[in-house]
């Protein structure tokens, strides 16, 4: 869950203070940029294509059949920032198929230690 926290965190400082923000848009057009728009650049990058949710997705279902746990946090945590920076659709399942692999593992390991 920290690294959900912490991709949830991350997503929403890039959204609001990287892309949305005027203040850095207007520092970004000037002639020498700082280190700051060069990670905005990326960050827009990522986003014209859904690659977050696409990422999710692939995750997401290697890790139903597959049930590594690596895999399930991945579907989760890239799902977590595809929702944020505007991968919704695809984010959005690949989230969902993430918390259905994590609770699926969550009753294997119950249902293994009650045996």
Do not use: H, Q
């Given at each position: ?8 965190g991350?997503s929403?400082?890039?959204r ?30 990522t ?9 999710a ?32 659709a ?12 994590l ?13």
């Amino acid at each position: 869950m920290v690294f959900l926290a912490g991709a949830l965190g991350f997503s929403l400082w890039a959204r609001y203070e990287l892309i949305e923000s005027i203040s850095v848009a207007t520092m970004c057009n000037a002639t020498s940029v700082p280190m700051r728009c060069i990670v905005r650049d990326y960050v827009i990058a990522t986003t014209i294509l859904p690659l977050w949710g696409y990422i999710a997705l692939a995750a997401g279902a290697i890790a139903v059949f597959s049930r590594r746990f690596d895999l399930t946090v991945l579907a989760l945590v890239t799902g977590a920032i595809g929702l944020v920076l505007y991968a919704g659709a695809t984010a959005a399942a690949g989230f969902l198929v993430g918390w259905i692999t994590l609770a699926g593992s969550i009753a294997r390991a119950r249902s293994a230690k009650d045996r």
